[in-house]
């Protein structure tokens, strides 16, 4: 299936070799290539993209919010999906998601499963995540039910991921804006709003296809007015950020109001109610953790929680801890071949060779 409907948008910093592995990662399979590029100096090779018809550069040292704004406004292809510059999407996943959205007109966003990788010494290692995701069922309709089942989660978080699902390209722009529409001191507020408006809006679908490989090459960026230490419910549930945190329920509810017939006031409840639910959850289950541990402590802390809860642990740990805490592991195709063993429609092929351009970009 052609992907000339889809558009890949990457915001990034100071990553410039791993943009340029995207714009040939693209370039071959056909998408369209959004990229907005944060870094103090513009990328070396822009002029050449210009050859590409599918590759749009933008450099602008906006903020991190900023430039998700732009990305909101930019673009005019069917669908579009946020990638991080350092991840693949792999086909035939990620076909099977554009045939979803051109089938099924009663869903807006779609997501596939993930597996986690990283590159030592000359290998490409990886973990299958997420492994608890699922799908809400069908005949709940978007609003207030639908956001407490997305978040009904057994590992006390969302059901699926939306921030890096396909989604229709009106849908894609309406909820960017609603998702950066106010500025805010922790970095991880954004996420935890997509998540909310989205269920309340929209219908997203988890597709039983491989189609996500999350990065382990690099530690997430932390820049100024940008850190990602401060996990989620630390700050939500700090009191000095009290006024903000009120701010931003009272921003939510009114923006997904416009949207529908929902009342301000109940919104404004319910997703309080369960955001202090989660953030009490959250901070129980990883008390004491600090940004510097030993790798047995963290290795016992990982050991002790459910599937889905060690994926995304495993995903947040620094690169100088990953591999002394899980060890090497197996290889990023013997990792999709769990999948596949698990029911996931896998292409083996498509993997090794994804593997092998990883294998390649670090021994460059």
Not at 194 to 216: A, F, I, K
Not at 235 to 247: F, I, M, N, P, T
Request: hydrophobic share 40%; glycine share 6%.
């Amino acid at each position: 299936m052609s992907l000339k409907d889809l558009t890949v948008v990457v915001v990034t910093y100071s990553r410039q070799r791993y943009v340029d592995r995207q714009v040939a990662y693209w370039t071959e399979l056909g998408a369209n290539l959004l990229i907005l590029d944060g870094s103090p100096q513009a990328h070396p090779n822009r002029l050449q993209w210009e050859a590409f018809p599918n590759v749009v550069y933008v450099h602008s040292t906006t903020t991190y919010r900023d430039r998700h704004l732009m990305a909101a406004d930019l673009g005019a292809s069917k669908y579009a999906i946020l990638l991080h510059d350092d991840e693949f999407l792999l086909n035939p996943g990620i076909s099977k998601c554009v045939e979803k959205l051109d089938n099924d007109s009663t869903i807006d966003c779609v997501a596939g499963r993930a597996i986690n990788f990283f590159y030592q010494d000359g290998n490409v290692y990886g973990q299958r995540i997420y492994q608890g995701f699922s799908n809400i069922e069908p005949d709940i309709d978007p609003g207030l039910e639908r956001m407490e089942e997305f978040w009904n989660d057994q590992d006390g978080y969302v059901r699926h991921y939306t921030l890096f699902s396909m989604m229709r390209r009106d849908v894609f722009s309406k909820l960017l804006k609603q998702t950066f529409a106010t500025e805010h001191t922790n970095p991880y507020v954004y996420e935890i709003r997509l998540h909310l408006v989205t269920p309340l809006q929209h219908r997203s679908y988890l597709l039983n296809e491989l189609v996500w490989l999350r990065s382990g090459e690099n530690d997430p960026v932390s820049i100024g007015g940008f850190d990602r230490s401060i996990r989620f419910s630390t700050w939500y549930l700090d009191e000095a950020h009290s006024k903000e945190v009120q701010q931003m329920i009272d921003d939510l509810a009114v923006l997904v109001s416009k949207e529908g017939n929902q009342a301000v006031a109940k919104l404004r409840n319910e997703i309080a109610k369960l955001l202090d639910q989660y953030s009490i959850a959250d901070r129980n289950r990883y008390v004491g953790t600090k940004k510097e541990v030993s790798p047995s402590i963290v290795r016992k802390k990982y050991a002790s929680l459910k599937s889905s809860a060690r994926s995304l642990m495993g995903s947040m740990l620094p690169i100088s801890l990953r591999s002394r805490v899980f060890g090497r592991g197996t290889t990023l195709l013997a990792a999709a071949n769990e999948w596949q063993a698990h029911g996931v429609n896998v292409d083996a092929a498509e993997v090794a060779r994804v593997s092998q351009i990883i294998t390649k970009f670090h021994q460059q």
